[in-house]
């Protein structure tokens, strides 16, 4: 699979002003719905449950 970002050039991120590498603190592609392993199961498992976000549907139908 392949990506493309807007902030590459040459391997620079123009946005944090640092060599690219995707996934890293800052990245836009960090935030999107990919997941970018850290080479250790357990820990990729646990951010993954941390980024989780529940939504409670019920409650925002009753609020609108």
């Known amino acids: 699979m392949g ?8 391997g ?3 946005l944090v002003k640092k060599p690219c590498v995707p996934g890293m603190k800052g990245c836009t592609l960090k ?3 990919y997941i970018f392993s ?7 498992k646990k951010a993954q449950e941390e980024n989780t976000q529940q939504i ?3 409650a925002l139908a009753k609020s609108n």
């Open 3 to 10: 990506w493309t970002c807007q902030h590459d050039y040459k």
């Open 12 to 14: 620079q991120c123009k």
């Open 31 to 33: 935030s999107s719905e």
């Open 38 to 44: 850290s080479g250790s199961y357990e820990n990729d």
């Open 56 to 58: 409670d549907f019920a």
